[in-house]
């Protein structure tokens, strides 16, 4: 059975919190993994970040981190200086992930968050190919520290390099290792997949994480994404990792801000609510 996780993000409104406050929530509830924004730890106090690894380790729960590179760290930038400085960014993050305890690190890695062409461009293949040279010397780092990179694929409102399962296996190709996989997430898929079943099967052996939140960003089963489909589709290509929720709710804070959340999706018992979704889920893997 795979491990259900969830994202800290569910419970606050803002990126930079008492990040072991929700890894206790996440073991209460049941869940064998939390999931967190490494950007944000990397940016906290560092008696947040020991206090977490301690948490971590008492509570005997999974760490799982996802990130979204800034534009000064475009690995796929035209810029040599800005693609040197995503480098040792990622490189440090591939570290940061393996001290904190994990062996995942996840997200919109291969360019920046919010990115889009530039105005007259049409042709993305430059950038994908720099950033496919950028991250050879990434994965290098992670090959030896045993840490998994998987390459999130986003709606094209959020990034425009890659927007379905077919465009990340060509780009895991072009870089090579057995280090780098794909993270898909029901919520873009929804916008840019034909199907979600042949997406996953498509990504198959390939697939390295999974996140799940409906197409409103609530939990599963309070939108209209197709479950039974989806954790169908897992099941049917043996998929044995990680399944995160990541609904976001909370309209007001920095996390709102970024992930675009303009009204309160907020819901009473937050708590009973995602374990009975975590329930849910499950039942549909049985």
């Known amino acids: 059975m795979n491990k259900m996780g969830i994202y800290f993000g569910y419970w606050t409104k803002d990126w930079i919190v008492d990040f072991s406050k929700y890894a206790k929530k996440a073991a209460d509830l049941g869940f064998d993994i939390i999931e967190y924004d490494l950007g944000a730890i990397m940016d906290s106090p560092q008696e947040y970040q020991e206090k977490l690894k301690d948490t971590i380790e ?12 800034s534009k000064k760290y475009d690995i796929s930038s035209g810029d040599s200086r800005v693609r040197s400085k995503g480098i040792e960014f990622l490189k440090n993050a591939v570290k940061e992930t393996h001290r904190l305890g994990g062996n995942q690190l996840s997200g919109i890695i291969y360019g920046a968050w919010g990115a889009s062409l530039n105005p007259g461009e049409k042709d993305k293949s430059l950038y994908l190919e720099r950033s496919a040279e950028s991250f050879k010397e990434v994965v290098k780092v992670a090959e030896k520290l045993g840490v998994t990179c998987n390459v999130e694929v986003a709606n094209r409102f959020e990034q425009f ?22 993270h898909l997430d029901t919520f873009h898929m929804n916008i840019e997949e034909d199907s979600f079943s042949k997406a996953i099967k498509l990504a198959g052996d390939d697939l390295g994480h999974f996140h799940i939140g409906e197409n409103n960003r609530k939990l599963p089963g309070r939108g209209h994404l197709p479950w039974e489909e989806i954790m169908g589709a897992l099941k049917e ?18 996390i709102a801000q970024d992930v675009k959340v303009w009204r309160n999706l907020d819901i009473k018992n937050k708590d009973e609510e995602a374990k009975k979704a975590k329930e849910y889920l499950i039942n549909l893997l049985k």
């Not at 008492?58 to 590179?69: A, E, S, W, Y």
């Not at 390099?161 to 090579?176: C, D, H, P, R, S």
């Not at 290509?237 to 920095?254: R, T």
């Open 161 to 182: 390099m890659l927007n379905t399962a077919e465009e990340a296996k060509e780009f895991i190709k072009m870089v090579g290792s057995d280090r780098l996989k794909i």
């Open 237 to 254: 290509i043996k998929y044995e990792g990680a399944i995160v929720m990541e609904p976001f709710l909370l309209p007001g804070g920095d």
């Open 58 to 69: 008492k509570l005997n729960i999974d760490i799982t981190f996802c990130i979204g590179l």
